[in-house]
């Protein structure tokens, strides 16, 4: 078997493991709320210093600007500029505006950028060579992202399951209706079969992974398992908190 659908498999798993309300991550002595994400991901984000600061961003230079502005009309404007025109941009510019969404409060938003910049990403590894030099880091970029930014965005996301379940269903449509088309490009390297069937291979495995992901939360012992843990995480405390 090949390592590529390993791979995708990995990131799928690892995904799933933040769904289930962090188990692994201890809760915080005074059960701060978690009001931004300060993590860096190099070359293409890096957190300020202090809440007050800007990040530095250099993602789509045509965006980043925006993307760094602790304003939220200026992140809900990069928002609606990605969401207008769409084609080429990266999963790392939509994990960056995932980010940036949480952090000036407009945090359903953040929870629908994350799942699509990480189906995106997923289309991606299926279609593209990720290994080939033209590449470059966005293999590890994104699974640092996803490791980094995956709790605060799921923590607040699994404060209410069923709108968790409608975004992540959203995410996925809005997925399937704007490909990733960049890849289609023949400068792109590609992975061995046609560009085209391997899309549609990967919109299946990620259809599978989300009826799979929503048979797990239709069945009620395990939502309650998931509150319970999110009780003992004190995972609520920290991200189910108002504006």
Sequence with gaps: MSARPTLVRTMQALVA??????TARPALADDARVKRIAIHVEP????????DGSPRVAVYSNLDRLLASNNAQDIARARDLIAEDNDSITPMTMMVLAIRL???GLRDDAVFWFHAARNRFVTAMRVADM????MGDAEKAMKSFVYLAGPAIN??????IEKQKTIAKDALKWTI???????????????????????RKAFNELMDGLA?????????????????????NGADVKYCWRN
Excluded: W
């Design 212 to 232: 799979k992901e929503e048979a797990y939360l239709d069945a009620m012992p395990n939502v309650e398992s998931i509150k319970v843990q999110r009780r003992e």
């Design 155 to 160: 923590g607040y996301a699994f404060c209410d």
């Design 131 to 134: 290994k080939a030099r033209e």
């Design 177 to 199: 209706e704007h490909p990733y088309t960049a890849l289609l490009k023949p400068e792109v390297p590609a992975l061995p079969g046609d560009r085209r069937d391997n899309f």
């Design 44 to 51: 293409y984000y890096a957190a300020a210093t202090d809440a």
């Design 17 to 22: 493991l933040l769904v289930l309300a962090l």
């Design 102 to 104: 949480y952090d000036v």
